[in-house]
Nanobody
Framework: VQLQASGGGLVQAGDSLRLSCVAS????????MGWFRQAPEKEREFVAT????????DYADSVKGRCTISRDNAKNTLTLQMNSLKPEDTAVYYC???????????????????WGQGTQVTVSS
């Protein structure tokens, strides 16, 4: 699976952004997916995850209520809608896919086999 993330940018606190991740290669619809982020000099951290059919989602406490993860399997697209952005949301955001169809959503980065290149989100105060 090849993943291409986009949609990042420079915004002000309180603004919204919609990140997208387009998949190609192997069948996108069978994989649980996730969004992670990494700020400078910090470890990569979990943001949100979604099951293959979109019925199960999970969010980091830091973004719960402000972000929504969704997917359109017909368009091979994963989306992260981020509202009420804060300066601490500044990071490179990565989309990722689990390695096999029977694997469910996960909050652990090392449990993902495929990664996109990342898209920068910068939130100014």
């Amino acid at each position: 699976v090849q993943l291409q993330a986009s949609g990042g940018g420079l915004v002000q606190a309180g603004d919204s952004l919609r990140l997208s991740c387009v998949a190609s290669g192997r069948t996108f619809s069978i994989y649980a997916m996730g969004w992670f982020r990494q700020a400078p000099e910090k470890e990569r951290e979990f943001v949100a995850t979604i099951s293959w059919n979109g019925r199960t989602t999970d969010y980091a406490d830091s973004v719960k209520g402000r972000c929504t993860i969704s997917r359109d399997n017909a368009k091979n697209t994963l989306t992260l809608q981020m509202n009420s952005l804060k300066p601490e949301d500044t990071a490179v955001y990565y989309c990722a896919a689990r390695g096999d169809s029977w694997l469910g959503p996960s909050v652990t980065p090392t449990e993902y086999a495929y990664w996109g290149q990342g898209t920068q989100v910068t939130v100014s105060s």
